[in-house]
């Protein structure tokens, strides 16, 4: 009905620099025609404001095909967001041996779009990982007097680690560079008996040299050799605090590209070897450095760090920012107790990997090439300089063939594989006239670039056809594209009323319906046109002043969460959000799973975060199941493309990438099973419904066993595990209760043999009682004395 088109066309017409006004710009109407000559109304204008009423102020913006049909097909002016590959150079295969022209990874390498707003377009980008591509090598290296071991056990590094690079490329430098820490308190000892030995007093190991920030040792060279002798010349110092100065001389290395030897045309690898935790920005306040890094290379001239104690440590998207422009792969080597904040560091420093180091450095070449050979398993696309007003796309196209939208990614690639992302751009608005913009889209890691030009096509063509002070003006404006731009004072759309003309007969012409307040109660009517109040909120337009940019649905206090402009109450979201206030990502990064799999195949992408729908399922990509099918079921793609060629995986390529860490083989024996339970097998196709034997299932006739775990199984019985649970407590209670009988028994034993023993060492007579006394006692007195001169000895008379 013509409500609907005229509903959904409003937000086209009424707004200031969103539509098509006197000015002819094209902003927002990327669905619309504009008709350039004058029509009957009857032919060529839709009613596009009065929503139904009978009166009409007609509108030359409409849907294409509504112009079409209504006889407008060779006056319609509705340009087309184009793009022109300015330069396409095809992809190499090779890398050493070429010129630094001649060596390309991606595809295209500059573009130029023509931006309609509203209308977007595409566009194909290809990037290969070159066969034999150079590759330098900065290794650096803590000297703090924790890694005296390591400093041991990597003396002869350079000709190991040549040996082994040299089987990846064929043209391989290396370079070599040390730091410890700041030389000032207190991240260092800077009393005057600690100068130029800070292991004065320390009795394990009593000499080592004076505390620096970063010095540059070996600028990259082919000559391994000298690396060797550089490292056998390297000793030990000694920092007062556990973090380590390492952002420092990261930067340093990453920003002094003269010095270190970087070359344009390898890829750059910087090994940064550790066995403590880094200082990082605001930590320098506690030595009293309050200016923040400024990113510049400070190397003097004996090639050491001459800012060390003026400048604070580097923040991370300071280093992220250094290491993206100079194209540098980081490798954190680090012991286990500190892997995991490293790990936390790479989310936040693109193109960073991290590894476990031994504490004895023993593992360091297994370990640089583990990360080289991840590194190169990867493409990540990056765009820099993106314009606020463009909105940007991505969709992966990875080695599997599949289409991945909202990923701008790929991994498990090897070298010589070709990838492909399709780039969606689309201009929100037009910025200032005359402007154009220019960003890089560029896979990280890579000196490759994508130089992406932009300009916008926000003119109609028609305005250099004007007529000054036209009759169809009345006299009082410029005629251009069908309509009147009019002279200052004057109004109306054939500039026919002069500003501030108002009466009865204009009122009803800037009311949206019968009954309603005029202009919406937001606007004065002026010569049957509203003219809207200006608000503090945001800005007021529309016909009948029924619209403004600030009544739009909220997240968390922000108008359209940030991520979408507000029409006429309604959020127009920017590219990669959805939702009624533009708070739902399309992205699907976050929703991979290790295996590459969406959610690991048990739920749906939702805003960027996975939404289980398997029950049981759980985990940040639903990678927790314990109750989903076991293996048999899980592995069915495996088992048809490796034993039979058949099913989702049959082309090897994606059989041998799905199914690299799977080993299937044929069980030949199958005379012990009973039929019935191998015909039972056989019927389900799979042993989703029947388990025969401990990780084998009977799969198209065939047994076949598997070297992983779970096993599959039929749904467990619940009155067996009842049983099995409850007698277990049984027997259990039974064996405590024999051991505690056990126990008693041997402790009353001991106890009847001691007294035993004590009774057969006691030295009387078994019938008489030893503390028995006779109640009764008997003394005798023995005493002489004279009476009368009569003697008495012992009586008395």
Same mark, same amino acid.
């Given at each position: 009905?013509?409500?609907?088109?005229?509903?959904?066309?409003?937000?086209?017409?009424?707004?200031?620099?969103?539509?098509?006004?006197?000015?002819?710009?094209?902003?927002?109407?990327?669905?619309?025609?504009?008709?350039?000559?004058?029509?009957?109304?009857?032919?060529?204008?839709?009613?596009?404001?009065?929503?139904?009423?009978?009166?009409?102020?007609?509108?030359?913006?409409?849907?294409?095909?509504?112009?079409?049909?209504?006889?407008?097909?060779?006056?319609?002016?509705?340009?087309?967001?184009?793009?022109?590959?300015?330069?396409?150079?095809?992809?190499?295969?090779?890398?050493?041996?070429?010129?630094?022209?001649?060596?390309?990874?991606?595809?295209?390498?500059?573009?130029?779009?023509?931006?309609?707003?509203?209308?977007?377009?595409?566009?194909?980008?290809?990037?290969?990982?070159?066969?034999?591509?150079?590759?330098?090598?900065?290794?650096?290296?803590?000297?703090?007097?924790?890694?005296?071991?390591?400093?041991?056990?990597?003396?002869?590094?350079?000709?190991?680690?040549?040996?082994?690079?040299?089987?990846?490329?064929?043209?391989?430098?290396?370079?070599?560079?040390?730091?410890?820490?700041?030389?000032?308190?207190?991240?260092?000892?800077?009393?005057?008996?600690?100068?130029?030995?800070?292991?004065?007093?320390?009795?394990?190991?009593?000499?080592?040299?004076?505390?620096?920030?970063?010095?540059?040792?070996?600028?990259?060279?082919?000559?391994?050799?000298?690396?060797?002798?550089?490292?056998?010349?390297?000793?030990?110092?000694?920092?007062?605090?556990?973090?380590?100065?390492?952002?420092?001389?990261?930067?340093?290395?990453?920003?002094?590209?003269?010095?270190?030897?970087?070359?344009?045309?390898?890829?750059?690898?910087?090994?940064?070897?550790?066995?403590?935790?880094?200082?990082?920005?605001?930590?320098?306040?506690?030595?009293?450095?309050?200016?923040?890094?400024?990113?510049?290379?400070?190397?003097?001239?004996?090639?050491?760090?001459?800012?060390?104690?003026?400048?604070?440590?580097?923040?991370?998207?300071?280093?992220?920012?250094?290491?993206?422009?100079?194209?540098?792969?980081?490798?954190?080597?680090?012991?286990?107790?500190?892997?995991?904040?490293?790990?936390?560091?790479?989310?936040?420093?693109?193109?960073?990997?991290?590894?476990?180091?031994?504490?004895?450095?023993?593992?360091?070449?297994?370990?640089?090439?583990?990360?080289?050979?991840?590194?190169?398993?990867?493409?990540?696309?990056?765009?820099?300089?993106?314009?606020?007003?463009?909105?940007?796309?991505?969709?992966?196209?990875?080695?599997?063939?599949?289409?991945?939208?909202?990923?701008?990614?790929?991994?498990?690639?090897?070298?010589?594989?070709?990838?492909?992302?399709?780039?969606?751009?689309?201009?929100?608005?037009?910025?200032?006239?005359?402007?154009?913009?220019?960003?890089?889209?560029?896979?990280?890691?890579?000196?490759?670039?994508?130089?992406?030009?932009?300009?916008?096509?926000?003119?109609?063509?028609?305005?250099?056809?004007?007529?000054?002070?036209?009759?169809? *003006? +009345? !006299?009082? #404006?410029?005629?251009?594209?069908?309509? =009147?731009? /009019?002279?200052? &004072? @004057?109004? %109306?759309?054939? $500039?026919?009323?002069?500003?501030?003309?108002?009466?009865?007969?204009?009122?009803?012409?800037?009311?949206?319906?019968?009954?309603?307040?005029?202009?919406?109660?937001?606007?004065?009517?002026?010569?049957?046109?509203?003219?809207?109040?200006?608000?503090?909120?945001?800005?007021?337009?529309?016909?009948?002043?029924?619209?403004?940019?600030?009544?739009?649905?909220?997240?968390?206090?922000?108008? *359209? +969460? !940030?991520? #979408?402009?507000?029409?006429?109450?309604? =959020?127009? /979201?920017?590219? &990669? @959000?959805? %939702?009624?206030? $533009?708070?739902?990502?399309?992205?699907?990064?976050?929703?991979?799973?290790?295996?590459?799999?969406?959610?690991?195949?048990?739920?749906?992408?939702?805003?960027?975060?996975?939404?289980?729908?398997?029950?049981?399922?759980?985990?940040?990509?639903?990678?927790?199941?314990?109750?989903?099918?076991?293996?048999?079921?899980?592995?069915?793609?495996?088992?048809?493309?490796?034993?039979?060629?058949?099913?989702?995986?049959?082309?090897?390529?994606?059989?041998?990438?799905?199914?690299?860490?799977?080993?299937?083989?044929?069980?030949?024996?199958?005379?012990?099973?009973?039929?019935?339970?191998?015909?039972?097998?056989?019927?389900?196709?799979?042993?989703?419904?029947?388990?025969?034997?401990?990780?084998?299932?009977?799969?198209?006739?065939?047994?076949?066993?598997?070297?992983?775990?779970?096993?599959?199984?039929?749904?467990?019985?619940?009155?067996?595990?009842?049983?099995?649970?409850?007698?277990?407590?049984?027997?259990?209670?039974?064996?405590?209760?024999?051991?505690?009988?056990?126990?008693?028994?041997?402790?009353?034993?001991?106890?009847?043999?001691?007294?035993?023993?004590?009774?057969?060492?006691?030295?009387?007579?078994?019938?008489?009682?030893?503390?028995?006394?006779?109640?009764?006692?008997?003394?005798?007195?023995?005493?002489?004395?004279?009476?009368?001169?009569?003697?008495?000895?012992?009586?008395?008379?």
């Amino acid at each position: 009905s013509l409500g609907d088109v005229t509903s959904s066309l409003w937000l086209f017409w009424g707004k200031k620099n969103h539509v098509l006004t006197n000015g002819h710009t094209l902003q927002k109407a990327s669905l619309c025609g504009w008709i350039v000559t004058e029509r009957s109304p009857t032919q060529c204008f839709i009613v596009c404001c009065e929503f139904g009423s009978t009166k009409s102020i007609t509108s030359r913006c409409d849907f294409l095909q509504n112009l079409i049909a209504n006889g407008c097909a060779g006056a319609i002016e509705n340009p087309k967001s184009s793009i022109n590959v300015v330069k396409n150079v095809p992809l190499s295969s090779k890398g050493s041996g070429l010129t630094h022209s001649d060596v390309t990874q991606i595809m295209p390498q500059k573009i130029s779009l023509n931006l309609r707003p509203g209308d977007q377009t595409s566009f194909r980008v290809q990037v290969r990982q070159v066969e034999d591509y150079p590759v330098d090598l900065y290794y650096l290296m803590d000297l703090s007097l924790s890694m005296n071991d390591d400093l041991d056990n990597i003396r002869n590094l350079g000709t190991k680690l040549a040996e082994e690079m040299r089987k990846l490329t064929s043209n391989f430098r290396l370079g070599f560079g040390s730091f410890v820490d700041k030389n000032i308190s207190p991240f260092s000892y800077t009393a005057p008996r600690y100068q130029n030995n800070p292991c004065i007093g320390y009795k394990l190991f009593p000499n080592c040299v004076p505390s620096f920030g970063f010095r540059h040792l070996l600028s990259l060279t082919d000559k391994v050799d000298r690396f060797n002798e550089e490292v056998q010349k390297q000793k030990v110092s000694r920092n007062r605090d556990a973090p380590e100065g390492g952002f420092d001389a990261i930067l340093q290395a990453a920003v002094c590209k003269e010095k270190i030897g970087w070359r344009k045309e390898a890829s750059h690898l910087l090994v940064f070897t550790t066995d403590d935790v880094p200082h990082i920005a605001l930590d320098g306040k506690l030595g009293g450095l309050v200016q923040p890094h400024d990113g510049q290379c400070h190397l003097n001239e004996a090639n050491e760090y001459s800012a060390s104690s003026q400048l604070d440590y580097p923040s991370l998207a300071l280093l992220g920012e250094k290491l993206a422009e100079n194209n540098i792969h980081l490798i954190f080597a680090v012991t286990k107790s500190h892997y995991v904040l490293y790990k936390n560091f790479t989310a936040l420093i693109p193109g960073t990997t991290v590894e476990i180091l031994h504490k004895d450095s023993k593992n360091i070449i297994e370990l640089i090439v583990k990360a080289y050979n991840s590194i190169r398993s990867k493409v990540e696309l990056t765009v820099w300089d993106s314009p606020e007003d463009v909105g940007l796309s991505f969709t992966a196209t990875c080695q599997d063939g599949l289409s991945y939208p909202g990923l701008r990614k790929c991994g498990d690639l090897k070298i010589g594989d070709t990838v492909s992302f399709e780039v969606s751009v689309e201009a929100r608005s037009c910025p200032a006239e005359d402007t154009s913009h220019v960003f890089t889209i560029k896979p990280a890691g890579f000196r490759d670039t994508l130089e992406v030009v932009v300009t916008y096509n926000c003119i109609c063509g028609c305005t250099g056809q004007a007529e000054q002070e036209s009759s169809k *003006c +009345s !006299g009082n #404006g410029t005629y251009a594209c069908g309509l =009147c731009e /009019c002279d200052p &004072g @004057y109004l %109306g759309a054939k $500039c026919e009323c002069e500003e501030g003309a108002n009466g009865n007969m204009y009122h009803n012409m800037c009311r949206e319906v019968e009954g309603k307040p005029i202009c919406s109660g937001r606007g004065e009517c002026s010569c049957n046109q509203c003219i809207c109040y200006e608000s503090e909120f945001g800005n007021i337009y529309g016909s009948f002043c029924e619209c403004d940019d600030f009544s739009c649905a909220r997240y968390k206090g922000v108008l *359209c +969460s !940030g991520h #979408g402009e507000c029409h006429c109450g309604e =959020c127009k /979201c920017h590219a &990669g @959000y959805i %939702g009624d206030n $533009c708070n739902c990502s399309t992205e699907t990064n976050s929703c991979v799973s290790n295996d590459g799999q969406m959610c690991s195949g048990r739920g749906n992408c939702v805003c960027g975060k996975c939404q289980c729908t398997e029950p049981g399922a759980f985990g940040e990509t639903c990678e927790k199941c314990p109750t989903c099918p076991g293996v048999c079921s899980t592995k069915r793609d495996c088992i048809e493309c490796k034993l039979f060629n058949s099913g989702r995986l049959a082309d090897n390529q994606t059989c041998q990438k799905h199914c690299k860490d799977e080993i299937i083989t044929p069980v030949d024996v199958l005379s012990k099973y009973a039929a019935a339970e191998l015909q039972k097998a056989v019927t389900s196709d799979c042993c989703t419904e029947r388990v025969l034997t401990t990780s084998r299932c009977i799969f198209k006739e065939k047994l076949v066993s598997f070297s992983f775990s779970p096993e599959c199984g039929s749904a467990p019985d619940v009155l067996t595990i009842l049983l099995v649970v409850g007698g277990s407590i049984l027997l259990i209670g039974i064996v405590l209760l024999a051991i505690w009988k056990l126990l008693v028994t041997i402790h009353d034993r001991r106890e009847f043999a001691r007294f035993q023993s004590e009774r057969s060492r006691a030295r009387y007579e078994m019938a008489s009682n030893p503390l028995y006394r006779k109640p009764i006692s008997t003394h005798s007195l023995d005493f002489t004395f004279n009476k009368l001169n009569k003697s008495y000895n012992g009586t008395v008379d």
